[in-house]
């Protein structure tokens, strides 16, 4: 006979002899002993929601980003023997951040059908951000932060773009566990080998590469983004600057750097080599090929990474990425 369980956990079983189901909903940790003529279960299990993160307590109003809920796992045919208890654990839910802390929410606790079956909890809140003073929710696997290594690098004109993680390519070779995406998709690969040459672009389960690759690519969520700010101010009558600055004219390629503080005159600056002082101005315009990142924001957090990807910027600016990483403890 089969049985089903469910653990908030759910156990589903059918006695095969007189054709008959039944099904146990679990909420909190126990036993559960097998019955007389059943040999295979279907469990359920979901993991714990994660808690809110707390809000800042000064003038900045940092908010907390509320937490992640549990994940979910299912077998549909555990081995078990009657008059056998088997034990499970039901996770907690994450604890919140203090209201004047600004902290993460910790993460909710892992459900564990005798150590066979778990659903790992969700991820708690992310406290405010410096650049952009709102806290992150939180998701499994997803990127919370970007953050620059090496001062923003130099030299940069216009915005650049930038992508997160490793694109998928035709004809490449992959680990175990690798990760690449294609599109808006994440992958992550559950069987190594060879990538094919046909680009995966399903959303759900495991699928074996196309086009004459050996590796599965399984599902694994959604590609995070984000946008590039560069270190500048936009030039306008009147303004103070402060010595180092760096200076924009709207509708120009131009930049300039403050070589010193004061203000900024009446007259955008327009030369295009040297220094030149301000137009009824106190500053001193030094021309500029290029300025620096300033900060990277994240617009879509994705899911389902594994490990931190890699961050992979134009230009010689380089950044790490932060995740909320999948608790599989």
Known sequence: MKQFIKIAIVILFAITSQNLFS???????????CPAGVTSIKVECWGAGGGGAGSGGSTNLYTGGGGAGGNYSVNNAITVVPGTTYSFTIGAGGTGGPTNGNTNGNAGGTTNFNNTLFASGGNGGVGGQTNQKIGVGGVNGGVYSLNLTNSGGSGYLTTPAFTVGTLWTSSATYTLNQQVYNGTNLYTVTTAGTSGNVAPTHTTSSVPASG??????????????GTASLNSTTWSPGKTYAAGDIIVVSGT??????????????????????????????????????????????????????????????GNATATASINAINTT
Not at 257 to 281: F, L, R, V
């Open 23 to 33: 099904q146990t909903t679990f909420t909190s940790s126990g036993t559960w002993t």
């Open 212 to 225: 004459g690759g050996t590796a599965i690519l399984t599902y694994a969520g959604t590609v995070a983004t």
């Open 253 to 314: 390629p131009n930049r300039y750097y403050s070589a010193t503080a004061g203000t900024s005159g009446t007259t955008a600056p327009s030369h295009t080599s040297g220094s030149a002082g301000a137009t009824s101005g106190t500053t001193t315009y030094t021309f500029q090929t290029g300025t620096n990142i300033n900060y990277l924001t994240v617009v879509s957090m994705g899911s389902g990474y594994l490990s931190s990807p890699s961050v992979n910027l134009s």
